[in-house]
C-alpha cells in the first residue's frame, strides 16, 4: 500500500491510494449506501461520493478506481485532510483475507474467485451508523431509507465541494434538536425516534467507550448497553463502523434464511440455526456473509413480505 501524500490544488485536497491487494471500489464501499436515493452516498460516472462529518468538519470525499487498480480521491471542506487520511482504512487497507479458508464450499469458493477486492470497509464511526440503523429497527428497508433521506435533506447540511445532490447527516446535535413532529412527517415510528435521540444525545461518550473497546465482542457489549440497541443494531455497526471481519447480524429479516438456503437449500432456518451453519468460519463470519451477498445461492423469492407503512399523513 502507497499513500501518496495529499497536495492543495484548485479547490479539493487530492491523492492517490494503491492498495497492495486487488480492490474492487464499489463492493467494498456499497454497504455504507441506504439505498439508491441515500443523499450522504453518490454514485455517478464511475466515481463515488461521499459525505459526512469529521473533528476537523464536514468532507466531500471523491473515489474514482483507474484501471490499474489505484484510486484518485479528491476531498472538499474544513475535514478535507483527515478524510483524504482515512482513504487506505476505508477501503479495507487492515482487512487481511489470508486467514480465510472455503472449507471446500463451491460457490464460496466461486464467490471468492469472482470478487477477489471485496474489501471490508471501516469508517471508524460509531454513532454515524447507530443513528441511521435506529430508523432501520423492525421496518421494511424502503420505510426507513425514505425516513433517512428526508431527514437528511430538512436537517442535515449542502455537502461542500461541486456535488449539487450530496449532503451531509445532521451532527448528534442536531439529531437530537429535532422535533417528534418531524421525525413522524418523515415516516419514522415514535421508538425509531427515541432511540436516536437517546443515542445522539450520548454521541461523545459512545465514541469514546468504542475506542477504549476496540474491536469485536466486547464493543458488541458496550453497544448493547445502550437504548434500544440489539444485537442486530450492534453487529451492523460491527460490521459498518469498524469492518469487523465475524460481525454477524442475528435478529435480521432475512439473513438466517438466506444463510441457511446457500448452505442447506432449505428456507427454514433460524438464527441459532444460521450461527451453526456459520460456526467453522468463526473470525471470518462477516466476509462468508459478504461474499454470499455478492455471488453466493439465491433462496426463491416466496411466502410473505413486511408490508411498507406509510404514517407520515396521520
Keep these: 500500500m502507497t499513500l501518496v501524500q495529499p497536495v492543495a490544488v484548485a479547490g479539493p485536497l487530492e491523492t492517490e491510494y494503491?492498495?497492495?491487494?486487488?480492490?474492487?471500489?464499489?463492493?467494498?464501499?456499497?454497504?455504507?449506501?441506504?439505498?439508491?436515493g441515500d443523499p450522504t452516498f453518490r454514485v455517478g460516472?464511475?466515481?463515488?461520493?461521499?459525505?459526512?462529518?469529521?473533528?476537523?468538519?464536514?468532507?466531500?470525499?471523491?473515489?474514482?478506481?483507474?484501471?490499474?487498480?489505484?484510486?484518485?480521491?479528491?476531498?472538499?471542506?474544513?475535514?478535507a485532510g483527515e478524510a483524504l487520511a482515512s482513504v487506505p482504512e476505508l477501503?479495507?487497507?487492515?482487512?487481511?483475507?489470508?486467514?480465510?479458508?472455503?472449507?471446500?464450499?463451491?460457490?464460496?469458493?466461486?464467490?471468492?474467485?469472482?470478487?477477489?477486492g471485496l474489501r471490508l470497509a471501516r469508517t471508524g464511526r460509531v454513532v454515524e451508523q447507530l443513528i441511521p440503523l435506529a430508523l432501520e429497527q423492525k421496518v421494511t428497508a424502503v420505510q426507513a431509507f425514505r425516513a433517512f433521506r428526508a431527514l437528511v435533506r430538512r436537517f442535515g447540511e449542502r455537502a461542500p465541494g461541486p456535488h449539487p445532490e450530496l449532503f451531509v447527516a445532521p451532527s448528534p446535535e442536531a439529531?437530537?434538536?429535532?422535533?417528534?413532529?418531524?421525525?413522524?412527517?418523515?415516516?419514522?415510528?415514535?421508538?425509531?425516534?427515541?432511540?436516536?435521540?437517546?443515542?445522539?444525545?450520548?454521541?461523545?461518550?459512545?465514541?469514546?467507550?468504542?475506542?477504549?473497546?476496540?474491536?469485536?465482542?466486547?464493543?458488541e457489549r458496550m453497544l448493547r448497553a445502550l437504548p434500544g440497541v440489539g444485537p442486530w443494531t450492534a453487529n451492523e455497526v460491527r460490521a459498518r463502523a469498524l469492518g469487523d471481519p465475524d460481525a454477524v447480524s442475528v435478529g435480521d429479516y432475512h439473513?438466517?434464511?438466506?444463510?441457511?438456503?446457500?448452505?442447506?437449500?432449505?428456507?427454514?432456518?433460524?438464527?441459532?440455526?444460521?450461527?451453526?451453519?456459520?460456526?467453522?468460519?468463526?473470525?471470518?463470519?462477516?466476509?462468508?456473509?459478504r461474499l454470499l451477498a455478492a455471488a453466493g445461492p439465491r433462496k426463491p423469492r416466496r411466502g410473505p413480505r413486511m408490508s411498507i407503512q406509510d404514517n407520515r399523513r396521520r
Design 18 to 36: 494503491r492498495p497492495r491487494e486487488p480492490l474492487d471500489l464499489f463492493a467494498t464501499l456499497g454497504i455504507l449506501r441506504r439505498g439508491p
Design 45 to 79: 460516472e464511475g466515481c463515488l461520493w461521499l459525505a459526512f462529518a469529521l473533528p476537523g468538519g464536514a468532507a466531500t470525499l471523491s473515489l474514482r478506481q483507474r484501471p490499474d487498480g489505484s484510486v484518485c480521491a479528491a476531498s472538499w471542506g474544513p475535514g
Design 91 to 116: 477501503l479495507g487497507s487492515g482487512d487481511d483475507w489470508s486467514g480465510f479458508d472455503d472449507r471446500g464450499v463451491a460457490w464460496l469458493r466461486e464467490a471468492r474467485r469472482r470478487h477477489p
Design 175 to 219: 439529531w437530537r434538536l429535532i422535533p417528534s413532529w418531524e421525525w413522524h412527517a418523515a415516516g419514522a415510528e415514535p421508538f425509531q425516534s427515541r432511540v436516536a435521540v437517546a443515542l445522539a444525545a450520548r454521541a461523545g461518550s459512545i465514541e469514546r467507550a468504542a475506542r477504549a473497546a476496540g474491536d469485536g465482542e466486547d464493543v
Design 255 to 289: 439473513l438466517a434464511s438466506v444463510v441457511g438456503f446457500a448452505f442447506t437449500g432449505h428456507r427454514d432456518v433460524d438464527d441459532d440455526g444460521m450461527l451453526e451453519l456459520l460456526e467453522p468460519w468463526r473470525g471470518h463470519r462477516q466476509r462468508v456473509i
